[in-house]
């Protein structure tokens, strides 16, 4: 190797030591001077993403059917997940099934919809008509949490619940129901009245 070749061997090491000397400290550098990233310091629920009020809801299932309405004077649709948070609702939810039959209207204190549509929370008291039709007679439901899958018509709760239908009065803990089917089932500590039909 001549003297030459040494040198230059030399010199382009000494160059790249120099170079990542240089890029090393001006790393250092950079996080030295560089502003701390801002802290997130919202304290609170989760913002919305839009506010609505008095507004009219109207949602389908996959055929195209009206699955449940909802009116309400105030909703607030959240950021992450979707879902929709609801003051003071009156709602609607109509058969899907036998289109002759009257719905189901009513109301309650609060209500939360998933993004989907697919879930219904009916909060605080909720109260639930329904009109007479055919033989039928007039029916309502008073009960309170009700947990609802509008697009397959039924509903559920775990707490207390009353049914009147006609001149029956049921009540009991805990109630299962199909709209569709117009199936309706308490599940414990269950006690009816029957009113004498008058004369």
């Known amino acids: 190797m001549s003297v030459f070749n040494l040198f230059k061997d030399r010199s382009a090491a ?20 560089a502003p701390e990233k801002k802290v997130d310091d919202f304290i609170g629920p989760p913002r919305s993403g839009y506010v609505l009020t008095n507004f009219d809801l109207d ?3 996959e055929e195209g059917q009206a699955a449940f309405k909802l009116i309400a004077p105030h909703l607030e649709r959240r950021e992450g997940d979707e879902s929709l ?6 709602f609607v939810l109509p058969p899907t099934k036998d289109t002759t039959a009257p719905p189901w209207t009513g109301h309650s204190e609060y ?14 008291l909720v109260h639930m008509d329904r ?22 018509n039924r509903l559920e709760t775990a707490e207390a619940a009353r049914i009147v239908q006609g001149t029956s009065t049921m009540n009991g803990i805990g109630m299962r129901a199909n709209l569709d089917t117009k199936h309706l089932e308490l599940l414990d500590a269950v006690h009816t009245q029957y009113q004498p039909r008058k004369r």
């Open 14 to 33: 000494g160059t790249l030591g120099i170079l990542a000397v240089a890029l090393g400290a001006s790393t250092l550098l950079y996080y030295w001077v």
């Open 59 to 61: 949602s389908y299932n």
């Open 85 to 90: 948070y609801i003051n003071a609702p009156k």
């Open 111 to 124: 209500g939360w919809v998933n993004k989907d549509g697919t879930l219904l929370k009916l909060q605080g």
């Open 131 to 152: 009109v007479a039709f055919d033989t039928n007679p007039p029916a309502s439901i008073d009960t309170s949490e009700v947990t609802a899958w509008p697009k397959e």
